[in-house]
């Protein structure tokens, strides 16, 4: 350009140059950080049509340096697969759970390892909540019906992208590989599975969320003690009244615990009705003590635990998971023959600051997998 001509052109073009300089200045917003706990589930895909999707749920505390990244039934996971372990189905549930060493963890086959060598390698270890210092922002795209600001990381194997709402809602984690396989992976999240932050204490006056803080209390030791109920809780169900084996009514409702403030509340949506449950007083979370193991059985799909406590006038049965997750309550009447059954709603995920429980790792993962991961240099989800 030359500077000395001060043309009406060149003025222009002077102006113009200023107003490019102010765009590449323009403030771009700087990468955010996770909040410091959070959980949220998400639908995994790759573009590759052989790779299935699955689900799956991010439980995340870098307080306590906990994560766990659940990678569900279908699952085709790069920590989860090739360790070396013994499968029925190498594509059943798979936690990595991270405390803080990465380990691979297959609940339903109860295998389980730690799933890099050495073990605190770098990419087998917690992210910290400030992973995405220095991305760089790369603008706003629509993810499920959602503005979304997305920032881009590179690392050694794959481009990282991360994107979220204006307010810090997460919409999508993202991966792209170059060569030698060109593809892409993302999670997809649920925002409305997401949460942040310790419970409400107006748990009581809203019940539209269901709290299951249920693992750490509820979690079984390998001889199953009857559990003790979590002292705070809620949950919605399914409730059904038989006669000689025939449902004769059915209601969906929900419990709201809490002994410590001595409270209950067993709320039926139909009939209308709302009682203490299920005898005249809060029960005591120890309510189960004394009670008889009777087994395994298979409830709304999931493989649940079983005590029952004889009563005056009823046997009363507890069922829930080996994780700790209420499956259903019974009452079967001793003079009549009547069945009265309290079938929870199996919850997904939890509320709230997360269990130290929900990172718990099996006594059996305390060995190396057989063919442990080589981590290449690169953030691993
Ligand atoms: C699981 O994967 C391993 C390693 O790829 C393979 O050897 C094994 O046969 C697979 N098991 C099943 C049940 O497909
Ligand atoms: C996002 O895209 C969907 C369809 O692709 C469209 O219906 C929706 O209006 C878009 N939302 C926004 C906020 O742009
Ligand atoms: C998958 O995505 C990658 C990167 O976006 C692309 O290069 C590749 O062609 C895609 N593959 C298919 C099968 O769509
Ligand atoms: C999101 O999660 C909610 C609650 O678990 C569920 O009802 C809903 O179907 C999920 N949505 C998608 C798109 O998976
Ligand atoms: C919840 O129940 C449904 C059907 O009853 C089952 O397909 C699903 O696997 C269950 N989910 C969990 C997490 O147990
Ligand atoms: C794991 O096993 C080693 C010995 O093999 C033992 O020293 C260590 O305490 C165990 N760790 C845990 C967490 O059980």
Redesign the pocket.
Known sequence: MPFFKMTGVSVVACLLGVMSLTQTFKVTPEPPSWPSAFSVGFHEDWNISVIPSNDGAWYYDYTIRRARFDHLQGQSNNFCQGRGLTLKDNHSDCHLIFAPEMYVHYPREKQCCRACAPALAEGCTVLKPAWLTGAKYIGKQNISGMVCHGWEKQGAKAADRWYQTEDGTPCQYYEKFGFPIYAHHMLTFNISTYKVGPVQGSVFDVPNYWVVSFTQTFRLTLDPQPPTWPSAFSIAFYEEIFVFIAPISGNEGAWHYDYANGRARHVRALPSGETVLPGCTVLKPAWLTGAKYIGKQTI???VCNGWEKQGAKAADRWFQTEEG?PCQYSESYKLRPELHTVTFS?V?YKVGPIKDSIFHVPKYCNRTCPSPYKPPPRIGL
Do not use: L
Request: aromatic residues 0%; proline residues 0%; charged residues 0%.
């Open positions: 709304s799909g999931m997750m199996n997904t």
